[in-house]
Nanobody, 124 residues
Framework: QVQLTESGGGLVQAGGSLRVSCAASGRTFSSYAMGWFRQAPGKEREFVATINWNGGNTNYADFVEGRFTISRDNAKNAVYLQMDSLKPEDTAIYYC?????????????????WGQGTQVTVSS
């Protein structure tokens, strides 16, 4: 099992930027794909972005529209989500998750371990 800890959330004005980070424990971090999901109040958890084990493949939800970038640093056991041009509808708790294998995926069921989340609030 891998423990995941998110950080970097906060309050930002619309049009601003934030970078959220996820620190992972365990020596096998580099063997797995990682993902970012989010959950807004009263809504189901939804896929945001995913990256495969070596960073060579990334995928994003349609609503990202080129505004977010997922990246990872296997030497630091970390994955990041750079969010630019933020909108009020991006307000949510953002979770990082570890996939069960090397391949990236948008499916919640593809992920075994989840962090506690970090709150991102975008004001209008």
């Amino acid at each position: 099992q891998v423990q995941l800890t998110e950080s970097g959330g906060g309050l930002v004005q619309a049009g601003g930027s934030l970078r959220v980070s996820c620190a992972a424990s365990g020596r096998t971090f580099s063997s797995y794909a990682m993902g970012w999901f989010r959950q807004a109040p009263g809504k189901e958890r939804e896929f945001v972005a995913t990256i495969n084990w070596n960073g060579g493949n990334t995928n994003y939800a349609d609503f990202v529209e080129g505004r977010f970038t997922i990246s990872r640093d296997n030497a630091k056991n970390a994955v990041y989500l750079q969010m630019d041009s933020l909108k009020p509808e991006d307000t949510a708790i953002y979770y990082c998750a570890r996939a069960w294998n090397q391949d990236s995926s948008s499916r919640v069921t593809h992920y075994d371990d989840w962090g506690q989340g970090t709150q991102v609030t975008v004001s209008s």
